[in-house]
């Protein structure tokens, strides 16, 4: 079932655990997606960036294809929709065609920016119901055109924005969106405990949680963090699956036994149950099992 993000992240708070954001790219990616979260009775958020969205068909588009497979599929987990990393335009855009989350980035705009355009997000948003993520410290790496270094967020700046009425925040603690580049030194817990205490602890937001060692994303939950996104990590084994299949030849149609493996339905199929098997993996890691 569709829901805004608010109370499975503040139970999730409450229980010392964190629920996982996996952000989908097309069909396969959202039903693996929530038929894992439903198999596993695991709350869950499926997160879309302006990119994927835009590759996708549009807002609307994704809007309606998760809201519709959650129905078809029968899942009754709770479900968020929530846009990734979005401008001001695109939050807005999301609110309307129907999202039940939405993240305003404005960690890129001089700071006085964010906040007047936080503000205006969250009032849009808070009128349907929509929850809101915003963004101090900008995540590390490129994501929708936009680098940064892995920035350390202010603790005073973040609780600037979380007095705007915001529902959870991503702060970043020297995370970076993709693979982390050798010698990366890792999270910086000390500022996350900052963070956490100056926000009043609300639900805090790792993004880029592909590549981080088990052991400091059991810390960073331990200090306040209850989101954690995911999405590297499932392209890299939908990639490595596809791949595999191909090598062997089983798409071929000239292959003696091809048994019409180019049927994307078959083609796919092996993409579609790596990312399964990864988003149980991290919904264990997160500990999210059995809290729906």
Not at 79 to 106: P, Q, R, W
Not at 109 to 114: A, D, I, K, T
Not at 218 to 232: E, F, L, P, W
Not at 256 to 269: C, E, F, I, V
Request: hydrophobic letters at 40%; a negative charge; aromatic letters at 6%.
């Amino acid at each position: 079932m569709l829901v805004n993000a608010t109370k499975m992240l503040r139970d999730a708070k409450k229980g010392h655990y964190a629920i996982g954001h996996f952000n989908t790219n097309n069909l396969e990616w959202t039903k693996a997606i929530l038929t894992t979260a439903q198999e596993l009775n695991s709350p869950v958020i499926i997160g879309v960036s302006m990119g994927a969205a835009k590759y996708m068909g549009g807002y609307r588009v994704v809007a309606a294809m998760v809201r519709e497979m959650d129905k078809g599929l029968g899942i009754t987990v709770p479900v968020a929709l929530h846009l990734d990393h979005g401008n001001y335009e695109a939050a807005k855009a999301c609110i309307e065609a129907g999202f039940t989350s939405v993240m305003f980035d404005g960690s890129s705009l001089p700071f006085e920016e964010n906040v007047a355009k936080t503000k205006e997000i969250v009032a849009l948003a808070h009128e349907k119901g929509v929850s809101v993520e915003a963004e101090v410290g900008a995540i590390g790496g490129t994501e929708d055109g936009i680098t940064a270094d892995g920035e350390v967020a202010d603790p005073e700046e973040c609780r600037k924005i979380v007095d705007l009425g915001v529902d959870f925040l991503a702060a970043g603690i020297g995370n970076i969106h993709g693979i982390y580049p050798e010698g990366w030194t890792g999270l910086h817990i000390d500022v996350l405990e900052k963070i956490n205490e100056a926000t009043d602890y609300i639900p805090l937001v790792l993004h880029g949680g592909t590549g981080i060692p088990d052991n400091q994303i059991r810390d960073a939950i331990v200090n306040g963090v209850s989101k954690i996104n995911v999405n590297t990590d499932c392209q890299l084994v939908f990639a490595e699956a596809t791949i595999k299949y191909c090598a062997e030849g089983k798409a071929d149609p000239t292959a003696a036994n091809a048994a019409k493996g180019y049927d994307p339905r078959k083609l796919l199929k092996p993409g579609y149950e790596a990312i399964k098997a990864k988003v149980k993996e991290k919904m264990e890691l997160f500990g999210s099992v059995n809290k729906a």
